[in-house]
Every structure is written in structure tokens, then in C-alpha cells.
């Protein structure tokens, strides 16, 4: 296991050698990574039909393929400075048994993997491609023993976890609230989540994945402020920190 550290020296320099796991996963060839990457956000973007005409999980979880992947990627990898704030973030937080909701390609689970605070990292995402890619990811990176992948939190059979991280996530569910409140109750008595969310499509409709509904996002304020305390960070991150009520 490595130290904090070296763990985001590690991010920034290629982001856990992520191009090179891309090229051999997917597989591609290295000539056509960076165009792939560059296209990836649109044509995630066009795949989605409209706001109310298809499930998220559905979306997700069979439609969006390769694409939802490459756009992560290509985000991650143009954003590493922003990116490893958040990993700093979690590096304060995160501890023995680490819940990775919607974990993408796995950035910030690789991430626990290497921390020797923590214990095992349950990556759970919707998406088999995600799921497998970074299973491939972590045997890459000598830290295959310290995570394991579910498509649904049930999956774990864990029944309190003390650590949570949620980014980029809510904003694609429908119901956001009801997501939250499972958070709360699969948290241990101490526990920390770490959660952001965008509630907005963008000027431009550039995030038609996102919801913006103003019924729902009222909603889901009212779960968060009834259910959790924020953790005061003076890190200038959209990354929030919360512990339970109880």
C-alpha cells in the first residue's frame, strides 16, 4: 500500500495509468485514444432520448456501452487537478469498510484501494462495463484483493459501512432523496459520505442526463438537512462531507 502522497502523485502523473488501461481494455488502438476520448462526450450526449422517454437505469445500464466509460475518461483526465482535490478530500475521510457508489472507472476506489486506513472497498455501479473495466484496473494496480464489484448495494451484504463516497451521481437518478437515505441507513454510527451533485442540464441542454426538477431537487434538501450534518473542509471542491443524525 502506498501513502497519501504518493497516491495522488501517483493520479496526477496519468491518472492510475489510465490510458494505458483504456488502450488494453477496450482494446484500441493508441492512435485512436485521443479522438475517441475527444468525441466521447457527445455522443454519450446524443444517445440519451430525452428527459422522461427512458429509465436512468436503463440508460445506463444497457445503452450507453462503451461511451459513458470514454467520457468519464476523457473528464478525468483533462480535469486531474480538480479530480485530486477530491481525492485529498477523501483521503481525510475514508476508512476501514468504504462504500464507492457509481464509481465510473474507479478513480477514487483504486484510490481507497491504495490507502492503509482502509480496510476493502465495495465498488458498486449499474454499468458491467464500468464494473469490469475497473476490476481490470485494480489486478492492474496490485490492489485486486481490496475491492469487490456489485451492481446494487443489496449485492454487499454489508450492513454499515463507515465510509461513503457519491460523486457525480446524484444528478442522474431519479429519485436522488430515496438514494440518500439508504446512504443514512447503511452508515455506521460514525461514519463520513462524501457527496456532490448537479442539478442543472446545462445552458445548452449539454447534460440531458441530469435532472433539474425543482419538486425533486426540493426534496432531496429536505432528506439531506433532515438526515445528515455537514462536515465542515475548507477545501474550495463542490465535495461536501456529512455525518449522520442519529
Not at 93 to 109: E, Q, R, Y
Not at 199 to 206: M, R, V
Request: glycine share 4%; charged share 25%.
Amino acid at each position: 500500500m502506498k501513502n497519501n502522497d504518493s497516491i495522488l502523485k501517483n493520479f496526477l502523473l496519468d491518472g492510475f495509468n489510465l490510458k494505458e488501461h483504456l488502450i488494453e481494455f477496450l482494446p484500441i488502438e493508441p492512435s485512436k485514444l485521443d479522438i475517441f476520448l475527444e468525441n466521447a462526450k457527445m455522443e454519450l450526449a446524443n444517445l440519451h432520448p430525452g428527459d422522461n422517454s427512458v429509465d436512468c437505469s436503463d440508460f445506463y445500464e444497457e445503452i450507453v456501452g462503451d461511451k459513458h466509460l470514454a467520457d468519464l475518461a476523457a473528464w478525468h483526465l483533462t480535469s486531474k487537478d480538480y479530480i485530486s482535490k477530491t481525492l485529498e478530500l477523501q483521503q481525510k475521510f475514508s476508512k476501514n469498510l468504504v462504500l464507492d457508489f457509481g464509481g465510473g472507472i474507479g478513480t477514487h476506489a483504486l484510490a481507497n484501494a491504495m490507502s492503509n486506513n482502509v480496510e476493502h472497498v465495495f465498488f458498486v455501479d449499474i454499468n458491467k462495463t464500468n464494473r469490469d473495466f475497473v476490476e481490470f484496473r485494480a489486478n492492474q494496480l496490485g490492489v485486486g484483493e481490496k475491492i469487490t464489484f456489485f451492481k446494487s448495494i443489496d449485492e454487499t451484504k454489508i450492513k454499515k459501512f463507515d465510509s461513503i463516497t457519491c460523486l457525480d451521481v446524484l444528478e442522474h437518478l431519479p429519485d436522488p432523496s430515496s438514494q440518500i437515505d439508504i446512504f443514512h441507513s447503511v452508515m455506521s454510527q460514525d461514519a463520513s459520505a462524501l457527496l456532490n451533485w448537479y442539478f442543472y442540464k446545462g445552458e445548452n441542454n449539454e447534460y440531458p442526463f441530469h435532472i433539474d426538477d425543482k419538486e425533486i431537487i426540493n426534496e432531496f434538501f429536505t432528506v439531506l438537512q433532515n438526515k445528515f450534518i455537514e462536515i465542515f473542509h475548507p477545501m474550495l471542491i463542490t465535495t461536501r462531507a456529512y455525518k449522520k443524525r442519529i
